[in-house]
């Protein structure tokens, strides 16, 4: 089908429409719903974002709809035609980006590109323009001779998309395509979404565990529990928070600290921190009294601001489960009881013109920085640009080409031993034995720090509780969802309750309410002296930290508080910047700066 035929359609027609759909999954000895009487449509020439918890249903939905599932129940037109029946058809009409796209790492951008051509039956005639457009697009064209392995994350991703671009699709089919990106990458790959849209016609679901993305999309649909929760536009599902939104200042606020008291205060649905200010959402359009809220609390002013889909969201969630305040704080003492003290009055990390080389390229060069205990810093960054690199060695996994590194009192060069036994370490990928259960990852984590008898056994348990693992103890750790995937990796890392905890994009893909869950449990860690050092993609998760520095090319460019950085880059056009809005501008201020 051609641009041309594909700008002809109307969004008044529909691409896809989902009627009645259920599917089951059978797990083990245990049959696991995965959607329950689903219907929806979706418009042609839109951007239609699915959005929902893990667990929701939304792969589950996007392979049916990709004719790779049968559904147990119920319907799915694909273009007019029945996904089920008529699958090859369907697949040979849309195109599909699964969360982890098949690139072929030993080949090149050019031969991964010649390989989706052959798959998807491209004439040979066709090929070198509709390459020479992809390419442009991807900004991709100085890189076709560069292995598939050699690329960074976001290049990746947008290679992916090129290939499922290869044969012009009518419907695009996105899953999650943004997960593990930084948001200058984030942003490229919006741009060539809707650039598809609206010069070619084409019609796009996308789903999404980034909540802003959703802001972006034309319409939303939103499931849960495998179950269709609601659809419409982001401006109607934002207007249903209308006058239940307000920000939280002060001169001396302690944000941890007051987080943890307004989730206890009755008529708070939410609350988040957002660099120097916390944000409060209502159960309620009745206006608020700061005093009730915070008693005793002086120096504190509050002001309304516009809601966001994301409140819509967490209300319509909560709605669902009970009343359950996610953002509720762990009770202190709670997670580690009995860190061992620290050095008081000296940095618990120490890191000086610390390099790391390979061969010529220089992936660390002459980083510098110190992190106090009991503070959380955030290292921020494109991909790419040595942030994983820099907490491999921090961690004694690398060892530095140069400079100093000291953690927990010990120097990494020499005592590399003592230091891991002070730390936990949460990597960027699910690290745990995916082919072991819930306890055996427990268990087996637990020899490795060497706890055995009774505290070995405290310890197994204490996880248990307080990661709310016991009804999926026997579960295969690889078949978990994200969420839980990512509370059973943190529950390995603090067995041995250590006094540094780094992580390494620990939420990456993971919905608003397991990332709440998860930030609650490091305001508490934090609260009560360990050290947390974090890289991230997620910009408001930044915003969670006392501190950040943003690294390019090896380099830090810059470090301070949340808003102090978000000041840099404060202009007339743009007088209230997000982090996201701060940090892009100062990457592509400094590319240009080096071009």
């Given at each position: 089908m051609t641009a041309a035929s594909l700008a002809a359609y109307s969004p008044d027609q529909i691409a896809l429409e989902v009627s009645g759909v259920s599917k089951t999954f059978h797990v083990g000895t245990r049959l696991v719903p995965a959607l329950q009487q689903v219907g929806f449509r979706v418009r042609?020439?839109?951007?239609?974002?699915?959005?929902?918890?893990?667990?929701?249903?939304?792969?589950?939905?996007?392979?049916?709809?990709?004719?790779?599932?049968?559904?147990?129940?119920?319907?799915?037109?694909?273009?007019?035609?029945?996904?089920?029946?008529?699958?090859?058809?369907?697949?040979?009409?849309?195109?599909?980006?699964?969360?982890?796209?098949?690139?072929?790492?030993?080949?090149?951008?050019?031969?991964?590109?010649?390989?989706?051509?052959?798959?998807?039956?491209?004439?040979?005639?066709?090929?070198?323009?509709?390459?020479?457009?992809?390419?442009?697009?991807?900004?991709?064209?100085?890189?076709?001779?560069?292995?598939?392995?050699?690329?960074?994350?976001?290049?990746?991703?947008?290679?992916?998309?090129?290939?499922?671009?290869?044969?012009?699709?009518?419907?695009?089919?996105?899953?999650?395509?943004?997960?593990?990106?930084?948001?200058?990458?984030?942003?490229?790959?919006?741009d060539i979404v809707y650039r598809l849209v609206r010069e070619q016609g084409t019609s796009v679901l996308l789903s999404t565990a980034y909540l802003d993305e959703a802001e972006r999309c034309d319409e939303v649909v939103l499931l849960h529990e495998g179950r269709l929760l609601a659809q419409g536009t982001p401006v109607e599902l934002r207007a249903t928070m209308q006058g239940r939104t307000y920000e939280i200042s002060g001169n001396n606020?302690?944000?941890?600290?007051?987080?943890?008291?307004?989730?206890?205060?009755?008529?708070?649905?939410?609350?988040?921190?957002?660099?120097?200010?916390?944000?409060?959402?209502?159960?309620?359009?009745?206006?608020?009294?700061?005093?009730?809220?915070?008693?005793?609390?002086?120096?504190?002013?509050?002001?309304?601001?516009?809601?966001?889909?994301?409140?819509?969201?967490?209300?319509?969630?909560?709605?669902?489960?009970?009343?359950?305040?996610?953002?509720?704080?762990?009770?202190?003492?709670?997670?580690?009881?009995?860190?061992?003290?620290?050095?008081?009055?000296?940095?618990?990390?120490?890191?000086?013109?610390?390099?790391?080389?390979?061969?010529?390229?220089?992936?660390?060069?002459?980083?510098?920085?110190?992190?106090?205990?009991?503070?959380?810093?955030?290292?921020?960054?494109?991909?790419?640009?040595?942030?994983?690199?820099?907490?491999?060695?921090l961690c004694g996994l690398l060892p530095p080409s140069g400079g100093t590194l000291r953690v927990a009192g010990a120097d990494l060069r020499h005592a590399a031993a003592t230091a891991r036994e002070r730390i936990g370490y949460m990597s960027q990928k699910f690290s745990l034995y995916g082919n072991l259960s819930v306890i055996e990852n427990l268990k087996f984590f637990s020899s490795v720090y060497g706890l055995s008898g009774k505290r070995g056994t405290g310890r197994i348990s204490w996880a248990m509780d307080e990661f709310e693992l016991g009804n999926i103890a026997d579960f295969t750790s690889g078949d978990l969802s994200l969420g839980y995937k990512q509370r059973l990796a943190l529950a390995c890392a603090l067995m041995h309750e250590p006094e540094i905890l780094f992580l390494d994009e620990p939420t990456s893909g993971v919905d608003p309410l397991a990332r709440r869950e998860f930030w609650a449990r490091i305001n508490a860690l934090a609260a009560q002296g360990v050290t947390v050092m974090v890289t991230t993609h997620f910009m408001e998760e930044a915003e969670y930290c006392d501190r950040i520095a943003i690294m390019a090319a090896g380099e830090i460019l810059t470090m301070g508080t949340p808003g102090s950085i978000k000041q840099q880059t404060r202009t007339e056009k743009m007088p209230a910047p997000t982090m996201e809005d701060a940090f892009v501008a100062l990457i592509l201020a400094h590319e240009e700066a080096t071009a």
């Open positions: 042609h020439g839109l951007v239609t974002g699915l959005v929902g918890p893990d667990a929701a249903g939304k792969t589950t939905l996007m392979r049916l709809a990709a004719g790779l599932l049968v559904p147990d129940a119920g319907s799915i037109t694909v273009l007019g035609m029945d996904a089920t029946t008529q699958s090859l058809a369907v697949q040979g009409a849309i195109g599909y980006m699964p969360q982890r796209f098949g690139l072929y790492e030993d080949l090149t951008v050019q031969e991964n590109l010649d390989l989706y051509a052959d798959l998807q039956g491209v004439p040979e005639s066709a090929r070198a323009e509709r390459y020479r457009e992809l390419m442009h697009m991807a900004g991709l064209e100085q890189f076709t001779k560069r292995l598939a392995g050699q690329l960074s994350g976001g290049m990746k991703q947008k290679l992916g998309l090129a290939c499922a671009l290869v044969r012009q699709p009518s419907l695009l089919l996105l899953d999650e395509p943004t997960v593990g990106v930084d948001p200058l990458s984030r942003r490229e790959l919006w606020l302690e944000k941890r600290v007051l987080l943890a008291k307004l989730t206890h205060v009755p008529g708070v649905l939410d609350g988040l921190i957002q660099g120097d200010h916390l944000r409060v959402v209502m159960e309620d359009t009745t206006p608020p009294d700061l005093e009730i809220l915070l008693p005793g609390v002086s120096g504190m002013a509050m002001k309304p601001v516009p809601p966001r889909f994301e409140d819509s969201f967490v209300a319509m969630i909560k709605s669902k489960s009970g009343g359950k305040k996610f953002s509720s704080p762990i009770p202190a003492g709670k997670i580690v009881p009995g860190i061992a003290q620290t050095y008081p009055g000296k940095p618990v990390i120490e890191v000086n013109n610390l390099q790391r080389r390979f061969g010529d390229f220089y992936a660390v060069n002459n980083v510098t920085f110190s992190v106090a205990k009991g503070e959380v810093f955030g290292l921020l960054g494109a991909n790419g640009a040595g942030k994983s690199t820099t907490f491999r060695m």
